[in-house]
């Protein structure tokens, strides 16, 4: 028997690669030629501003509104909205770092700081991915039907779609 939530997991199997891939580039700094590592890099800041940010619009939208309906207060997405405030301040710094990589071996400072954006956004990714499958996705398992969470997806699949759009605009 499928869970209801098993689209929103599927989803996030489908994310999960790409975020093991932001640690792996990060582990490649110091020792990876320059050109392996800027390519790491623009598939990092692809992955979280393109595709990671829509993903966080379109829980906001959809997700976040349904937990706090049937947990009964607004209060109770507050940390995970944090965590995307978070994340959206890594894929901006990561967005600053990546103009300036020039220069085979990076300066110490650079990598330094390469490495703490890249680890710190696929900490924040992860904890926050476990966070919503292991409380968010099993509350709404226990207290939705497959059509309410069904309906749920659907919205949020609007909400991401329209998040693209938006961004295509800009």
């Given amino acids: 028997m499928s869970l209801p939530t098993q689209p929103l997991r599927d989803e996030h ?3 999960f690669p790409h975020v093991e891939e932001i640690r792996k580039t990060a582990e490649k700094i110091g020792s990876a030629p320059l050109s392996e590592i800027t390519l790491g890099v623009d598939e990092a800041y692809d992955f979280l501003a393109h595709h990671l ?3 966080a619009e379109a829980e906001e939208a959809a997700l ?3 937990v706090q309906k049937l947990l009964g207060s607004p209060d109770v997405t507050k940390t995970m909205s944090r965590d995307h405030v978070e994340i959206i301040a890594h894929i901006e710094e990561l967005a600053a770092l ?11 400072a650079q990598a330094e700081a390469l490495r703490r954006v890249l680890y710190g956004a696929y900490a924040l990714v992860k904890v926050h991915f476990a966070k919503e499958e292991e409380i968010y996705l099993n509350i709404l398992d226990e207290k939705m039907s497959a059509e309410a969470v069904l309906e749920m997806y659907t919205k949020m699949e609007a909400a991401a779609h329209a998040a693209m759009e938006a961004a295509r605009a800009a």
């Fill in 98 to 108: 990546k103009k300036d990589l020039k220069s085979d071996p990076l300066p110490s």
């Fill in 13 to 15: 199997a489908g994310l």
């Fill in 64 to 66: 976040y509104p349904v």
């Fill in 53 to 55: 940010k829509i993903h």
